[in-house]
C-alpha cells in the first residue's frame, strides 16, 4: 500500500524548510521591534467559535471547515483562521489583559477545504498580528506599518496597499440594503453563487471573481459613500496617519474581504508575480468581535499574513543558501569511528554556551563508509573543513575541503577547536 500526503497539502523539505526559518526568524524579530508578543493557541476550537466570529453565511464556514466529533461528541473544528482563536485566548487568559492595547501575534498552520491551485492549499500557513483595545486610527496605521515592515524585511519593497472601510453598525446596515437593492435590479447578469449572496450576504458580491459578474459589480454603489460620520471620520484620520508615516495606499472601494467580523478598516498588501491570488495578506478593525464573544468593549484590528504567498512572492534571492556543516570528522580506520564520534561531539560544543557563535556544526559518518568515501561525502554535503582521526604524532590533520588544500596540525582537541572557530569567524560575514 502506498500512502500520499493529503489533497492539497505539502511536505515542506530540507533545502525548503530553511526559508521557511529564515522567514520565521525575520518576522519574530519585526514582532520584537514593534513589541508584539507571540501567543500559540491549539490547532482545533469548538466549532462554534468560528460559525460566530467568521459568519454563517462566508464561504470559509459554509464550504470550508474541517469539522468532526471526539469521542464525546463535541463539535471541533480545525481553525481556518487565527484571529477568533486569539480573541477567545485573551478573553479566556486575564494576563493578556494586563496590558491595553495588547499587542499579540501568531503563527501556524490554518486549514480550509478549498479548491486546491497555485498558493492556495488545504493546510496553509499565516502570520497574524492583533491589537485589541484601540479604536485609535493610529492603532490602524501601526498595523499597516508593522505589515510592510515584515514586508519589507524580507526583501519585498514593490506592494500594493489597498485600503477601504466597511462601516459600521450604523452605516453598514444602510449600505448593505442599498446594494441588495442594486444588484436585485441586475440579478439576471449574477452568477448562482452571487444569486444566493444576494440573500445571505450581498456584500460578498462584491468580491465574487466570476467574469460575468465583474460589469454588475462596477456599476454598484461606493460603500464610502454611506458611510456615517464617525466612520468618514475615522477613515480620513487613518489615511492621514499613512501619510504621516509615508505609507503608500490606494483606496479600493470594493475590498470586503472574506470574514464577516470587520468593521471599518480594512486592508491587504498585493505583490507582484502571484498571478491569480496576489494578495500576500490583508486584515482590519473588529471592534465588535470582542463584545460577541462576551467580553468587555474592546475595540481591534489584525492582519494576517501568508506564509506560502510571501515566499513564492519573496523569491529566492533573498534568501541565504542553505549551508553545510562547519567539519566532518573522517575516520580513516574503521577502528577510528568511536575517537571519530566522541571528537565530533567535543567540537560542537555547547549551544547553551553565552555566545551560541562558539558552537561549530559537526558531522561524522554513522553508516560504515570507508575513509575515501567519508571523503567524498563530505565534500558532498560541502564540509567546510575535515578532520581526520585517529590523532597523529604531531596532532590532528586538517583539510580545508573549500579550497582543496591541507592546513597546519592541530596538536589537541582544545588547539583545534579555537583554529577552526577562529578561521570560521574569519570565513563567515559578522552577524
Ligand atoms: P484571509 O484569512 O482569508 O484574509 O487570508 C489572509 C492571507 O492568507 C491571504 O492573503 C493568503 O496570503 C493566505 N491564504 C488564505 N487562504 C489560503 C490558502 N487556502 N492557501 C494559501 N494561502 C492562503
Redo the contacts with the bound molecule.
Sequence with gaps: MKFQVPRGTRDILPGEVERWHWLEERTRAAMALYGYREVRTPIFEATELFVRSVGESTDIVRKELYTFQDRKGRSLTLRP?GTAPLVRAYLENPPLRAESPARLYYMGPMF?Y?RPQA????Q?W?IGAELLGSAQPEADAEMIDLFRAILSDVGLKSVTVLLNSLGDSVCRPRYREAIREYFKKHVDRLCGDCKERLETNPLRILDCKVPSCAPVIAGAPSVLDSLCAECAEHFEAVKRSLAGLGIAYEVDPRLV???DYYTRTVF?IHAAGLGAQN????GGRYDQLVKDFGGPETPAIGF???M??LLLAVGDSAVPPPQGPDVCVIALEPGAQVEAQALARSLRGQLTEPETRRALRVMVDVAGRSANAQMKWASKIAARWAVFVPKGPEGYAVRDMAAGKDEAKQPSDEDLRRWLLGRRDLVESPR
Excluded: D, H, N, P
Design positions: 483562521e480550509r478549498e498558493g492556495r492549499y488545504r496553509f499565516q474581504r472574506g470574514l491587504e494578495a500576500v495578506g490583508g494576517s499574513i501568508g506560502e504567498r
